[in-house]
């Protein structure tokens, strides 16, 4: 397993168009969670499954924002009608549930124009 | 105010120098943890702690639960250590991050 994986790296795309990420957690890991972290600023968090139920979402995920974990294993992150302010760095994180160290994709970074 | 604040925002230092980066938290936590993330947006997990300190390489990191505050020092810096030094909480299941300390250590 090489650890969490993120497809794509970059997206730039167009104001109004929708977009779609997804995260590959290390395997045995039943916990993966999407946070978005912009410019000078700190990661925050969007949703977190444990297995294929989703069981926390932010405030700041908004009507436009969709996550999915079909399976239990990888997640993909929707943006609808992507708008400027979505231009950011969506990190994906899985860990193993009760609190254990959790471990970082390379994120994509999006751009939208 | 943030639930985690981090200080200073921004460091540069000589190669060599000893570094001291600190964290303080307004709110209950499990668990500390320290990351580094480079250009390019990848995190990298390097302490988890509820208590006293560790120690990796030329990294320490301590925790005082009571005052709600933790250090990472980096001891005999090198430039390949410059990087944003980000420190985060869990206390639910979720992290709460800072907004990082961005580390310039020049040669």
């Known amino acids: 397993d090489t650890g969490v994986s993120q497809d794509p790296r970059h997206k730039i795309t167009k104001r109004g168009q929708n977009v779609t990420f997804r995260c590959d957690p290390i395997?045995?890991?039943?916990?993966l969670y999407w946070y978005r972290q912009t410019l000078g600023q700190g990661p925050e968090f969007l949703t977190y499954f444990q297995n294929e139920a989703q069981l926390e979402k932010s405030r700041l995920l908004s009507d436009r924002f969709s996550a999915e974990r079909p399976k239990g294993s990888f997640s993909t992150l929707e943006i609808q009608r992507t708008e400027q302010g979505d231009s950011a760095m969506y990190l994906c994180?899985?860990?193993?549930?009760?609190?254990?160290?959790?471990?970082f994709g390379q994120g994509t970074r999006l751009t939208v124009v | 105010k943030n639930e985690v604040e981090q200080s200073p925002q921004n460091l540069t230092a000589q190669e060599g120098e000893f570094i001291t980066i600190n964290c303080s938290y307004s709110v209950g936590i499990s668990a500390l943890h320290w990351l580094q993330q480079h250009p390019g947006g990848g995190i990298v997990s390097l302490f988890m702690?509820?208590?006293g300190k560790k120690k990796h390489g030329r990294l320490i990191a301590t925790i005082n639960i009571q005052e709600k505050h933790s250090s990472l020092h980096i001891t005999a810096s090198h430039p390949r250590d410059s990087a944003v030094y980000i420190c985060?909480?869990?206390?639910?299941?979720?992290?709460?991050f800072g907004k990082g300390t961005k580390l310039t250590v020049n040669p």
């Open positions: 994180a899985s860990s193993l549930a009760g609190g254990s160290e959790a471990f």
């Open positions: 395997s045995e890991h039943n916990r």
């Open positions: 702690l509820s208590s």
């Open positions: 985060a909480v869990s206390g639910s299941e979720k992290l709460v």
